[in-house]
């Protein structure tokens, strides 16, 4: 009982002040904003946001940026004053002003001591599940190393069928992806209002909803300004999607004196989209009930013990039997030594794979493979326990007084 009201604590603080409370945060800013109205690169305000970066970096928080501005950049350098709608045209302004963009947020960030690293997607990229899991370790494995990942559609090749539409869709899908605490969406308003306050002199802004609710969309309105393509309905509609992951979203202006700062602290600016799912509640359940099982990993009792009552990730030395046949990020049933399913989990290795590291050491499995994913067969954070098995497994390991120390991982 006091870790279940010890985590509800959390998730309400989570919900009063997500920037403060959040670990890993996804900042998204639009193309007014970086371009400085479609004027061009706006090299002091990415200082600006490189500064403040440095700040969150500081204080232990993992940041990654999804930028827009590609095209609005190469419109200038062009000479073109209004968006072009021609696929190859876009995709010509996207090549010559992702340069620049690159070129900008490197040496902005690297003034502050940050590192970045570009990075850009698709929508192929994060539908194709073997795309999505490669996408995924990169973003990880940048932000254990320290860097910032400066995040764009790829729209240099993107298409009709496979564009994302706007960048507050891709900040939601990384949130998502990463497995974020927080997105927050800086652009030219102060938030989300009752109408749109260039027209309603008596709209009035909302300063925490609730994400997904039907009536924010009809308060949003359409697009915005000629230069960036979303809007505020895209922003709902991208704090809806980053909801059902359990992201909080914060709306707020981009010109707003140490923005992301202020939020960190725990400062209220702009719109706060709660998601009412805590996200790893969302996550397990999605785990849990909406994917198809390929297969399945039987455990020795020691495993099933540590992996159940202990909370720890699965290694490979726990593992007696393998069915089905499964690829790299396939979710797949875990069994104990009778064969009941206690756990379900997305899997870091193929089925040929795990047949040929299971019973062996985390140690051993580059020299088995020739490489390495991860030393999990399934970390504790992809993987879902069965409640009715929990409770025996509990009960089992307080009779048993121990587990196998090979078989988990803290």
Same mark, same amino acid.
């Given at each position: 009982m ?5 985590a ?6 989570s ?8 670990r ?7 193309s007014?904003?970086v371009?400085? $109205? *479609? ?27 999804? %930028? %827009? ?17 021609a696929?190859?045209e ?9 340069m620049? !963009? ?11 001591? /940050?590192?970045t690293?570009?990075? @850009? ?5 994060? &539908?194709d ?7 995924? %370790? ?6 254990a ?14 298409? $009709?069928?496979i564009?994302?539409g706007?960048?507050?869709t ?13 997105l927050i ?7 989300l209002?009752?109408?749109?306050p ?14 997904g ?8 309105? *359409? ?13 709902? !509609? ?13 709306? &707020? ?9 202020? /939020? ?7 719109? @706060? ?6 996200r ?6 999605? !785990?849990?009930?909406?994917?198809? !099982? ?15 009552a ?6 490979p ?38 047949? /040929?590291?299971m019973?062996?050491?985390?140690s051993?499995?580059?020299?088995? /493979? ?9 970390h504790? $954070? ?7 098995d ?10 048993? *007084?121990?587990?196998?120390?090979r %078989?988990?991982?803290?």
């Amino acid at each position: 009982m006091p870790e279940k009201r010890g985590a509800r604590r959390r998730a309400a603080a989570s919900a009063e002040a997500p920037v403060r409370e959040a670990r890993r945060v996804v900042v998204k800013v639009g193309s007014s904003l970086v371009t400085n $109205d *479609g004027r061009g690169l706006d090299a002091d305000a990415i200082s600006q946001w490189g500064r403040q970066l440095a700040e969150l970096r500081a204080l232990g928080r993992e940041v990654l940026m999804v %930028s %827009s501005g590609a095209v609005a950049e190469g419109m200038k350098r062009l000479g073109w004053t209004r968006r072009p709608h021609a696929m190859d045209e876009l995709q010509a302004a996207a090549a010559v002003g992702q340069m620049g !963009l690159a070129q900008v947020y490197e040496s902005a960030f690297r003034a502050h001591g /940050l590192q970045t690293a570009q990075v @850009l997607l698709t929508h192929e990229d994060l &539908a194709d599940r073997k795309r999505y899991l490669n996408a995924r %370790s990169t973003l990880l494995a940048l932000l254990a190393l320290g860097v910032v990942p400066i995040i764009n559609e790829n729209d240099t090749v993107v298409t $009709d069928e496979i564009k994302f539409g706007d960048n507050d869709t891709l900040g939601a899908l990384v949130a998502n992806l990463i497995d974020a605490d927080a997105l927050i969406i800086l652009t030219d308003q102060a938030g989300l209002f009752t109408a749109d306050p260039r027209r309603d002199p008596d709209a009035r802004l909302l300063e925490r909803v609730v994400a997904g609710d039907p009536a924010l969309e009809a308060m949003a309105g *359409g697009v915005g300004s000629s230069i960036g393509r979303g809007g505020m309905i895209t922003k709902v !509609l991208a704090a809806r999607r980053a909801a059902s992951g359990g992201v909080h979203t914060v709306v &707020a202006s981009g010109r707003e004196r140490d923005v992301l700062v202020r /939020l960190a602290a725990g400062e209220a600016i702009g719109t @706060l989209f709660v998601a009412q799912t805590p996200r790893l509640a969302a996550r397990k359940t999605w !785990l849990a009930d909406h994917l198809q !099982l390929r297969g399945a990993v039987r455990l020795d009792a020691g495993a099933a013990r540590a992996l159940v009552a202990g909370g720890r990730s699965l290694l490979p030395i726990g593992v007696t039997a393998v069915s089905g046949d499964f690829s790299r990020g396939e979710a797949v049933a875990i069994c104990d030594p009778e064969g009941t399913e206690i756990a379900r989990g997305l899997i870091n290795y193929s089925s040929a794979e795990t047949r /040929l590291i299971m019973r062996r050491p985390s140690s051993e499995i580059e020299a088995i /493979l020739g490489f390495m994913e991860h030393p999990e067969l399934i970390h504790r $954070d992809n993987l879902v326990l069965r409640q009715q098995d929990q409770i025996a497994a509990k009960a089992d390991l307080a009779r048993s *007084g121990r587990s196998s120390p090979r %078989s988990g991982r803290p």
